[in-house]
């Protein structure tokens, strides 16, 4: 394995070297042996030349590479859709089900590096932090013949780092965060809250760290391809009878507008006409989940034990 690389000087360049590191690695998945962080970095006057540190010794290495490709086609055998759209659902709902957001290595980065910052902690454990979904959803995406790049920025409260997708659907770009709607959701519904904004969407919650593709198509946002956008009481009827009538008890709408006492006396109404949907003499209890942000909603009706 080559480990040093000499490149000449880019008096142009805007990022460091470091940093150009780094967007590297989240840009190749499959290159989960190489610790993009720990990387040595030796200056000359015309040239800088890169020392690589890998996680993995040569033969480990071609283990670990058949693996992967062996747990990634299984993964993809179950990708079910014909539309790029279909098959970011399937992949998004997939992540969503089986993997867990791995607390651990915030707390420990390097304990549980590489496994819970690279697509191995997806694939192999069931459990990662965003930087290793995020990348381990491109890697599927790309596989689907989906463009796809993981993006990387703060949260809101520019305590921590934060990495997600941007995606292209059939033409147009959307920020995807799988990581987030698994934070999200709960046993009784998976969470779309962050499927294909816009970046006034996510610029709510999300600052970017660098400029990244234009985003501001709706078009394939999870909840209006689904008809869940409300703008009044007759919307929420409209959706909790079709809902009735396929005898689901779970509901997600999101408030196109932008007035919080209104989006809450939505939730209210929703939250009272999904309880009317209940059996005669059924005891029933409500679970709600709000995500005030987006003013998204999801409830689910759930009859009480005994």
């Known amino acids: 394995m080559q480990k040093a690389f000499t490149f000449f000087n880019d008096p142009s360049s805007q990022y460091p070297l470091s940093q150009i590191l780094y967007f590297v690695g989240l840009d190749n998945p499959h290159l989960f042996y190489v610790d993009f962080h720990c990387c040595s970095i030796t200056e000359a006057p015309l040239s800088k030349t890169i020392e690589l540190t890998y996680w993995y010794s040569q033969d480990e290495i071609a283990i670990l590479k058949a693996k992967v490709d062996t747990v990634l086609g299984k993964m993809l055998s179950h990708i079910k859709g014909k539309t790029e759209y279909e098959k970011e659902l399937a992949i998004h709902d997939m992540l969503v089900r089986n993997v867990t957001y791995n607390f651990g290595a915030t707390?420990?980065?390097?304990?549980?590096?590489?496994?819970?910052?690279?697509?191995?902690?997806?694939?192999?454990?069931?459990?990662?932090?965003?930087?290793?979904?995020?990348?381990?959803?491109?890697?599927?995406?790309?596989?689907?013949?989906?463009?796809?790049?993981?993006?990387?920025?703060?949260?809101?409260?520019?305590?921590?780092?934060?990495?997600?997708?941007?995606?292209?659907?059939?033409?147009?770009?959307?920020?995807?965060?799988i990581t987030w709607d698994i934070s999200t959701s709960s046993p009784a519904w998976i969470s779309h809250d962050y499927f294909n904004l816009t970046d006034s969407d996510i610029?709510?919650?999300?600052?970017?760290?660098?400029?990244?593709?234009?985003?501001?198509?709706?078009?394939?946002?999870?909840?209006?391809?689904?008809?869940?956008?409300?703008s009044d009481e007759q919307d929420i009827t409209k959706i909790i009878s079709s809902m009735k009538m396929q005898g689901k008890r779970v509901l997600t709408f999101r408030y196109i507008g932008d007035n919080q006492i209104k989006f809450n006396s939505l939730i209210k109404i929703a939250g009272q006409q999904l309880a009317a949907t209940a059996s005669p003499g059924e005891s029933v209890q409500l679970s709600t989940s709000i995500n005030h942000e987006l003013f998204i909603c999801s409830m689910a009706l759930k009859g009480k034990n005994g």
């Open 107 to 177: 707390e420990h980065p390097y304990q549980y590096a590489p496994r819970a910052s690279s697509i191995m902690g997806v694939l192999f454990y069931k459990t990662a932090t965003c930087g290793g979904i995020s990348m381990a959803a491109k890697m599927l995406l790309n596989l689907c013949n989906i463009k796809c790049i993981v993006a990387y920025g703060v949260a809101k409260d520019g305590a921590e780092a934060h990495a997600w997708n941007i995606v292209k659907i059939e033409g147009a770009a959307y920020h995807l965060d």
């Open 203 to 230: 610029l709510l919650e999300h600052n970017p760290a660098v400029r990244y593709p234009v985003c501001s198509s709706t078009k394939y946002n999870f909840h209006k391809r689904n008809g869940l956008w409300v």
